[in-house]
């Protein structure tokens, strides 16, 4: 079999872009063709003109975080004052809730990345006399809120040409549709740094619309003259940015404030209008950032001490495990063991849990059917959020594995390598093509090589907790070093296989390749 070289590596990377009809910023679809979007818009736009009260009802997650900043900022570009409101995951739970419709008296109610499942709630606006604009891109479920317009592309008669968009695309669109609509001054480019934000951090497929919106997205950050974004750039020092400073370095700590404490500190930071205020919101979203790594490690074990091996899936729960960290946990879980995971935490009787999965099984569907023990749910194929009784909680994990029996193939999606790396052709220019198609991600990974029977000459653990291991390798006479992060564990034979991928170490101004282990076979 021949080998990965850099001719093949170009070869391969290109054939993944060839057929995007949206490639170029001009090329991508319009707002005309969300359904109600125009009924939404001339709604807006009568509230702007008769100055009735407005109230963004966003999310705590980094896409509702920056959906309803886009919103917020969109509104104060064009002079219009409007309210907003985060829900608090402690104190409000998910979305709109009737807890949330209670704190509001008047006027129009737009959501943002939320409110597809929010029948009740929709029930107590139409009751106060309050119309409801819902902007969303969760799936949509069988009971559909009383709504004056609902804008999501995944409603079964909207044409939007692409369906896999996160909340803050859809709440972009909607603003670009009212500067149409009432024939407003603003350049909606200049919010490419935040959208592109949100669709990493939200798992977006990286594919056509997704791709093009952040590959300008990551360039806009460099150059943004967001407060938020200039000390960013000023920590990061890198000459550019990749999809993965995002996903690892910026959106954990965006996260944190809604998983930890509340989502408006992460808010605050994005429409920061100084940098003495840009400072304290992100030093503050550090310590939260820091203490999520904390409670996350100490539930992972938990929870994993819990785990059989025989199940299907992951399902597991513990009494006050924090609600904050459970997402990551499962996350975590489910890539250690290869399956769906599900974590829950019970505080008074009710198991409230978040689902996670790598796998040819739409998580969604799953949940689905087990939807008679639960109290709510909702979310999309990867990932989604449940409630119920804790005396439910064996008959629901059993439906959940007797569903899965017939998915036994699919429980989890093992990454597919582009072949047997030539380990001697890894040099800058190598590099340099793998950061050419830049951004990667979700239907777009980044390129992972198999290195076949590679000798152990030595290995370190390095980093300050000891925990990530550092081997020198050998591999046909070529001798390289490979990291594996969050790995201490050194019980494998000399003689094995690796799946790596190829990383830009940037080190005092010198830039190497950096082999980072997937996985050792």
Excluded at 348 to 366: F, T
Aim: glycine share 4%; net charge negative.
């Amino acid at each position: 079999m021949s080998k990965i070289t850099k001719n093949r590596l170009l070869e391969l990377l290109s054939a993944r872009h060839l057929n995007n009809p949206y490639s170029k910023l001009a090329d991508i679809p319009s707002p005309t063709n969300f359904k109600d979007i125009d009924k939404a818009c001339k709604r807006i736009k009568k509230a702007i003109l008769e100055k009735e009260t407005i109230t963004i009802v966003g999310d705590y997650d980094v896409d509702g975080v920056v959906s309803t900043t886009i919103m917020l900022d969109f509104f104060k570009t064009i002079n219009v004052k409007v309210n907003h409101i985060i829900p608090n995951r402690f104190e409000h739970g998910y979305g709109l809730s009737t807890k949330i419709v209670d704190m509001i008296n008047e006027g129009l109610v737009i959501t943002v990345d939320n409110g597809i499942s929010a029948y009740e709630a929709s029930l107590k606006l139409k009751e106060k006399n309050i119309d409801l604009i819902i902007t969303d891109h969760h799936t949509v479920g069988d009971k559909i809120p009383l709504a004056l317009a609902i804008i999501n592309p995944k409603q079964k008669d909207c044409n939007f040409e692409f369906k896999d968009i996160c909340g803050a695309q859809v709440a972009w669109y909607l603003c670009a549709a009212i500067k149409k609509e009432m024939n407003l001054d603003v350049n909606m480019g200049d919010y490419l740094d935040l959208l592109c934000v949100a669709i990493i951090a939200d798992i977006m497929p990286m594919t056509t619309l997704n791709y093009t919106i952040v590959k300008q997205g990551l360039k806009k950050i460099k150059s943004s003259s967001r407060e938020a974004f200039k000390i960013l750039n000023e920590i990061m020092a890198k000459k550019s940015l990749v999809s993965d400073d995002i996903g690892f370095f910026i959106a954990p700590k965006l996260n944190s404030a809604g998983r930890m404490d509340d989502a408006s500190i992460a808010l605050e930071f994005l429409l920061s209008e100084n940098s003495q205020n840009a400072n304290e919101t992100l030093s503050l979203l550090e310590e939260l950032n820091n203490y999520r790594k904390t409670l996350q490690e100490e539930i992972s074990k938990k929870a994993d001490s819990k785990t059989n091996k025989d199940d299907n899936a992951v399902v597991v729960w513990g009494e006050n495990w924090h609600e904050g960290v459970i997402g990551i946990v499962a996350s975590k879980l489910s890539n250690s063991h290869k399956k769906p995971a599900f974590i829950l935490s019970i505080h008074n009787g009710i198991a409230k849990g978040s689902a996670r999965a790598n796998a040819d099984v739409n998580l969604y569907d799953l949940i689905t059917k087990a939807n008679h023990l639960l109290l709510g749910y909702g979310g999309h194929k990867n990932a989604a959020g449940l409630s119920l009784k804790e005396e439910n909680l064996e008959e629901f994990k059993s439906i959940i594995n007797k569903e899965l029996e017939n998915y036994k193939e699919s429980l989890h999606i093992e990454p597919i390598t582009l072949g047997e790396l030539d380990v001697a052709s890894v040099d800058l220019e190598f590099l340099s093509i793998i950061e050419q198609f830049e951004p990667y991600g979700l239907e777009n990974h980044r390129p992972i090589f198999k290195i076949s029977n590679t000798t152990l000459v030595k290995y370190d653990l390095i980093g300050k907790d000891k925990n990530h291991l550092k081997l020198t390798l050998n591999s046909d006479g070529v001798v390289f070093e490979a990291l594996k992060f969050n790995d201490s564990n050194i019980n494998f034979s000399k003689n094995f296989d690796l799946i790596v991928s190829v990383a830009k170490n940037e080190f005092r101004g010198e830039v190497t390749p950096q082999f980072l282990i997937q996985d050792i076979l």
